[in-house]
């Protein structure tokens, strides 16, 4: 009888031990923190070795449509079938092939805004923050408050994003650290001047301009 259960337990050890090697990983599964890593939405972007190569923390897409101010009118997180529109009539659909299939997580917006644009983080291990602004109500030196954090990624994909109600503030900033710890923060929005995307970030670095305008791409933003 004693031996009876004795070949028992060691069947119900053998067992135990055959799952606690599953569960680690032996048994050709992956633990949760890798299998997230893998079904994370990062597609290959060629242009980020432009990006690598000039040195840019990253690149952005700014869309140009027909009605630029209908735009108001159309929230991104409740109709975004108007701007998937807009991806779909745009020249840039064919080379940035990913832009099709960008999932819900990586559209980011304001409620209101009409700018519409495609980021590109440069590092694929980015960490990227977007928060809304607010003037501090310094008459003498114009300055922004934090107001709320709208968007958050720590995988370095490439993401929509819709902001900046007025032409001559921009409504967030985008904090976007790579994997070596830098830090780039950077408000795009649209230059007055020309109608091209303002570039460049607190530190004077600049994201890299991928537009295609229809007078040639502006040699500078300054």
């Known amino acids: 009888m004693k031996h009876k259960f004795s070949i028992l337990a060691a ?12 569960a680690s990983g032996e048994g050709g599964k992956v633990s949760g923190s890798d ?8 597609p290959e972007v060629t242009q ?23 735009a108001y009118n159309h929230d991104i997180t409740t109709d975004r079938d108007y ?4 991806i779909e009539k745009s020249v840039y659909k064919e080379e940035f092939p990913f832009l099709t299939s960008v999932p819900d997580d990586h559209w ?8 519409f644009y ?38 370095g994909a490439p993401f929509l994003l819709k902001c ?10 985008m904090i976007i650290t790579d994997s070596n710890g830098d830090v780039f923060e950077w408000s795009p929005m649209i230059s ?6 303002f570039l460049t970030g607190e530190d004077g670095r600049k994201a890299h301009d991928f537009t295609h305008y229809p007078e040639g791409i502006p040699e500078t933003d300054e």
């Not at 980011?108 to 700018?115: F, K, M």
Request: proline residues 3%; charged residues 25%.
């Open 83 to 86: 701007f998937k529109n807009i």
């Open 118 to 155: 495609l980021i590109i983080p440069a590092d694929e291990h980015s960490k990227v923050e977007v928060v809304t602004l607010e003037l501090a109500g310094d008459d003498d030196v114009v300055s922004f408050n934090t107001v709320d954090t709208i968007y958050q990624q720590d995988d």
């Open 11 to 22: 069947l119900v050890l053998s067992v135990a031990m055959l799952l606690t090697g599953c």
């Open 35 to 42: 299998q997230a890593a893998d079904t994370a939405w990062n």
């Open 192 to 197: 007055m001047r020309d109608g091209s995307v």
């Open 108 to 115: 980011a917006g304001t409620a209101g805004g009409c700018d």
């Open 48 to 70: 980020r070795s432009v990006l690598k190569e000039e040195g840019s923390p990253c690149g952005v897409v700014y869309f140009l449509y027909d009605d630029i101010y209908d």
């Open 164 to 173: 900046n109600v007025s032409d001559i503030f921009p409504e967030i900033r």
